[in-house]
Nanobody, 125 residues
Framework: EVQLQASGGGLVQAGGSTRLSCAASGFNFDDYSIGWFRQAPGKEREGVACISSSDGSKHYADSVKGRFTISSDNAKNTVDLQMNSLKPEDTGVYYC??????????????????WGPGTLVTVSS
């Protein structure tokens, strides 16, 4: 059974930090890129960061570049998202997802195959 489980969300003050973790199982982790997405109330799901399975390259949305860091531990099948200098607009449900084949975008949720249930991050001002 394929599982992607995000954890680590919660309430954080603006300017603070938190770390999310995505634990993957049930598929060949090394063959999939892993992305983090978020969805704020009333808004579309947006890509935040992705780490490529092919070369380990890391990709970030402009809105989080310089503040968020994605990392992976292939031995543990986990991908973490370190979130620093948080802003109220970072509030949302954060999801991790797996991408089998890169086809032009790391930020299009429609290209991702497996999804976890998400974890809520609330940044208070």
């Amino acid at each position: 059974e394929v599982q992607l489980q995000a954890s680590g969300g919660g309430l954080v003050q603006a300017g603070g930090s938190t770390r999310l973790s995505c634990a993957a199982s049930g598929f060949n982790f090394d063959d999939y890129s892993i992305g983090w997405f978020r969805q704020a109330p009333g808004k579309e799901r947006e890509g935040v960061a992705c780490i490529s399975s092919s070369d380990g390259s890391k990709h970030y949305a402009d809105s989080v570049k310089g503040r968020f860091t994605i990392s992976s531990d292939n031995a543990k099948n986990t991908v973490d998202l370190q979130m620093n200098s948080l802003k109220p607009e970072d509030t949302g449900v954060y999801y991790c997802a797996s991408l089998a084949v890169y086809s032009g975008s790391y930020y299009d949720p429609g290209l991702y195959r497996y999804w976890g249930p998400g974890t809520l991050v609330t940044v208070s001002s």
